[in-house]
């Protein structure tokens, strides 16, 4: 391969890495909590798909910057489990995954689970 057109390519990715990683400092602890909430329900929508990895690399990118107890990440996934067991509907009947997702989000449970570890 040409060197040339490889280290652009190479500098782009890498940029893109410092951005996302300069974001994710940034957030304070409620948010990375609670995106990691809405990527984990998102993961679990869609197991099968390119969205499902994509949610396991913001999970982890998630997780890594936060500081808050492991605990409260096993505790979520209990909480997501039943959360789950509610069918979410359209008008039209069709089930409707992301709506489930970003209700669970910004649900009392999440807030509940957060609040009782960002406290330790």
Same mark, same amino acid.
């Given at each position: 391969?040409?060197?040339e057109?490889?280290?652009?390519?190479?500098?782009?990715?890498?940029?893109?890495?410092?951005?996302?990683?300069?974001q994710?400092?940034?957030?304070?602890?409620?948010?990375?909590?609670?995106?990691?909430?809405?990527?984990?329900?998102?993961?679990?929508?869609?197991p099968?798909? =390119?969205? #499902?990895?994509?949610s396991?690399? /913001? @999970? &982890? %990118?998630?997780?890594?910057?936060?500081?808050?107890?492991l =605990?409260? #990440?096993?505790?979520?996934?209990? /909480? @997501? &489990? %039943?959360?789950?067991?509610?069918?979410?509907?359209?008008?039209?009947?069709e089930?409707?995954?992301?709506?489930?997702?970003?209700?669970?989000?910004?649900?009392?449970?999440?807030?509940?689970?957060?609040?009782?570890?960002?406290?330790?």
């Amino acid at each position: 391969m040409d060197l040339e057109r490889l280290i652009p390519g190479l500098a782009s990715i890498v940029l893109a890495m410092n951005v996302s990683a300069t974001q994710l400092e940034e957030m304070d602890e409620e948010r990375l909590f609670k995106n990691y909430a809405l990527t984990m329900c998102i993961a679990t929508e869609y197991p099968d798909s =390119d969205v #499902y990895n994509d949610s396991i690399k /913001a @999970l &982890n %990118g998630y997780r890594e910057f936060g500081n808050i107890h492991l =605990d409260a #990440y096993f505790e979520l996934t209990g /909480a @997501l &489990n %039943g959360w789950q067991a509610e069918e979410y509907s359209s008008k039209s009947g069709e089930v409707v995954e992301i709506a489930r997702c970003i209700d669970f989000h910004n649900s009392s449970q999440v807030a509940e689970i957060f609040e009782k570890y960002a406290s330790e």
